[in-house]
């Protein structure tokens, strides 16, 4: 049963109002899809087909129902129609996914479209946010992107799959160019005009680019003065059918899944292996945190610069649900293949620097939401990850504790959160080869006990130890909030 909560107390979702007719607004924890008369019509006749249903039963699409107009007296006069979906644990966006993620949604994107077109139901849409993960699991969310399709409709949402998620993919498969950079920077994706000058001479011949790039091109240029109307009455005089939509999603198939990624083997792939830490160091650091995990029981936990998700797993554990962020693109993509081939539903891996998190993008900054804003975590980890930031990329240490408590909920007392840190002293190996490469002096701050003392004004620190090295300590602390 949805709550009795008013709909004035509505939240709209800012990412959802290009199409009036089908918005997602939040009552509570409830996510809601409120429908006008045509999207509740199209949405009686394909919610009774025979496609959807069991793509929400294996968990490839959200899981939806219909409301009750009744708990929402308020809804009754502006949609016919309230659906309920299901949260996902955590929000994420294509430009924090890896190849492999981005691919494997991809995927999915076209398995559903293939069997809602066997169904005679199509798709509006073919954009990449239109999808989330549980875990190491793809889901598809925009239900309200399914539509009832005729014979001769060409696929509505080609354009928007090739700019969000096959071009991208071409970048990387073919030039081992990150795409990330790219989506962050244009939340409708890639243009083909872009593409195509990308894939000049010999490189028009790989695969899917000659078609999908500069044949798309071309055909948007000619078409570029004429209206959607004359275009699909063009193509529907053309003799262009269902079966020939149908026969082109599946080459789009075939094509995403012979590309590929091998990306180079970095310092970061095998840092278990690199890194400076003893078995000891490494015992005693697993022991503790295990231990505050245990503790706290978390529900949702933001482990920061997971790299091999080593910690993630332990994390997964006790939480409910973990965030692994990482910012090397190899790391994360061997981290999602192997949490992937695990089955694993409880950690979601995102690529975001630390030091340039993603910020909010879309129609007034607002239509993607940045990271610090997306979920509060009840445990932020924070392992051996301050020295990068302090002296790798020059952040002051108070900006750096700020930044790290702001990621917990915002109210005092129990529930307050907790952060886990890791300091690493000016005389660790790692610390010494970071300062090798910055000025003498720059970093006279960077020090243990100026670090408890800024801690220490931040938070009620409940826990220390020092690693048996001697170079490493560790913190647990709850905020202390004004």
């Not at 060409?154 to 990387?172: I, S």
């Not at 003498?440 to 020090?447: E, I, K, S, V």
């Amino acid at each position: 049963m949805i709550s009795e909560t008013p709909l004035s107390t509505a939240r709209p979702e800012p990412g959802s109002f290009r199409d009036p007719a089908n918005q997602v607004f939040y009552v509570g924890d409830q996510v809601l899809r409120g429908m006008d008369p045509q999207a509740a019509e199209d949405w009686q006749t394909i919610s009774g087909g025979a496609f959807l249903p069991p793509l929400i039963a294996a968990g490839k699409v959200i899981g939806t129902e219909t409301a009750d107009l009744t708990d929402l007296p308020e809804a009754a006069g502006r949609w016919t129609t309230v659906l309920r979906h299901e949260r996902v644990p955590f929000v994420s966006y294509p430009y924090e996914w890896s190849f492999a993620m981005l691919r494997d949604a991809a995927r999915l994107h076209l398995e559903i479209l293939q069997a809602a077109l066997a169904d005679g139901v199509t798709m509006r849409d073919g954009s990449a946010y239109n999808l989330q993960w549980r875990g190491a699991e793809p889901v598809f969310i925009d239900v309200g992107s399914f539509q009832p399709g005729g014979d001769g409709e060409p696929w509505a949402g080609y354009r928007q799959f090739c700019q969000t998620m096959l071009y991208p993919l071409l970048l990387q498969a073919h030039l081992d160019l990150d795409f990330q950079p790219w989506l962050r920077a244009r939340i409708d994706g890639i243009e083909s005009g872009q593409m195509r000058r990308l894939f000049s001479g010999t490189r028009r011949l790989r695969a899917g680019v000659l078609k999908h790039v500069h044949l798309h091109d071309a055909m948007q240029a000619r078409n570029a003065s004429a209206t959607t109307g004359a275009v699909r009455a063009e193509i529907r005089d053309a003799g262009f059918s269902r079966e020939l939509v149908q026969a082109t999603v599946r080459a789009v198939a075939k094509l995403v899944d012979r590309l590929d990624w091998a990306p180079a083997r970095s310092h970061w792939v095998n840092y278990q292996q690199t890194c400076t830490y003893s078995p000891a160091d490494r015992d005693a650091k697993t022991a503790f945190v295990d231990a505050e995990l245990a503790s706290s029981r978390p529900g949702l936990v933001f482990d920061l610069g997971a790299n091999d998700g080593t910690y993630s797993r332990l994390a997964a554990r006790h939480a409910r649900y973990v965030v692994a962020v990482e910012s090397d693109p190899a790391v994360v993509d061997t981290l999602y293949r192997d949490l992937r081939g695990a089955r694993q539903n409880r950690i979601l891996p995102i690529l975001m620097d630390l030091a340039d998190p993603s910020s909010g993008g879309g129609w007034a900054g607002t239509e993607r939401a940045p990271f610090g804003t997306r979920a509060r975590a009840d445990t932020v980890l924070a392992l051996a990850v301050i020295h990068h930031l302090a002296i790798g990329r020059n952040v002051p240490l108070p900006r750096i504790l700020d930044w790290l408590l702001a990621l917990l909920p915002t109210a005092p007392g129990p529930g307050a959160g907790q952060l886990i840190v890791e300091f690493v002293h000016p005389d660790d190996p790692m610390a010494r080869q970071l300062l090798a490469n910055k000025p003498a002096g720059l970093f006279a701050d960077y020090h243990r006990p100026e670090f408890e003392r800024l801690l220490t004004e931040r938070c009620e620190i409940t826990r220390r130890e020092e690693l048996p090295s001697g170079t490493r300590t560790l913190y647990v602390g709850t905020p202390r909030r004004a």
